[in-house]
T-cell receptor
Framework: DAKTTQPNSMESNEEEPVHLPCNHSTISGTDYIHWYRQLPSQGPEYVIHGLTSNVNNRMASLAIAEDRKSSTLILHRATLRDAAVYYCILAGDTGTASKLTFGTGTRHQVTL | DTGVSQDPRHKITKRGQNVTFRCDPISEHNRLYWYRQTLGQGPEFLTYFQNEAQLEKSRLLSDRFSAERPKGSFSTLEIQRTEQGDSAMYLC??????????????FGSGTRLTVV
């Protein structure tokens, strides 16, 4: 599985935008970039995913570099509920990927 | 549908005992996954099912571990002769095979196992 590199931890101020980076220099052409987050005492939660183009949904935006070797998860306005571990994962698409391989993620804290 | 349910939420057992966990996936999801997570680490893949067929097992899944999904709906994960190293959070997830993982996995809240 292609690997991703994320900062161990990041801190944001409440109501400020958050940019969580992820490097994936060995990404293959068929790898999608997926983001999950895990709140304390809960299972991971799907956030967003993309292949080449930037993506937006109700939770976040995903900005993908033109060469696809890095990406950034953008939370538009941090709230206390956004304090979680964020995982950037590379995986295939429809029917081709059987599992997600998690790293240690970025522990994101939100301060008042 | 209330999402993926796992039971029990917590289990404390003595070393050497057998334990069984249950996972009820989202009803229309045909794929079901088991993961294990230890403190400070990301979840580690254990195994997955497509309907009732177990299609992949990690080498982490020793012969003391067995998983079943008899009718393609709920699944059980059994650990025999538990060891202290089995203490972890056991997570279950489900998804649809078409578009999976493009449409995302839905995880349960996990079963926390403590072996004393």
């Amino acid at each position: 599985d292609a690997k991703t590199t994320q900062p161990n931890s990041m801190e944001s101020n409440e109501e400020e935008p958050v940019h969580l980076p992820c490097n994936h220099s060995t990404i293959s052409g068929t790898d999608y970039i997926h983001w999950y987050r895990q709140l304390p005492s809960q299972g991971p939660e799907y956030v967003i995913h993309g292949l080449t183009s930037n993506v937006n949904n109700r939770m976040a935006s995903l900005a993908i570099a033109e060469d696809r070797k890095s990406s950034t998860l953008i939370l538009h306005r941090a709230t206390l509920r956004d304090a979680a571990v964020y995982y950037c994962i590379l995986a295939g698409d429809t029917g081709t990927a059987s599992k997600l391989t998690f790293g240690t993620g970025t522990r994101h804290q939100v301060t008042l | 549908d209330t999402g993926v349910s796992q039971d029990p939420r917590h289990k404390i057992t003595k070393r050497g005992q057998n334990v069984t966990f249950r996972c009820d996936p989202i009803s229309e999801h045909n794929r079901l996954y088991w993961y294990r997570q230890t403190l400070g680490q990301g979840p580690e893949f254990l195994t997955y099912f497509q309907n009732e067929a177990q299609l992949e097992k990690s080498r982490l899944l020793s012969d003391r571990f067995s998983a079943e999904r008899p009718k393609g709906s709920f699944s059980t994960l059994e650990i025999q002769r538990t060891e202290q190293g089995d203490s972890a959070m056991y997570l279950c997830a489900s998804s649809l095979d078409r578009g999976a993982p493009s449409y995302g996995y839905t995880f349960g809240s996990g079963t926390r196992l403590t072996v004393v």
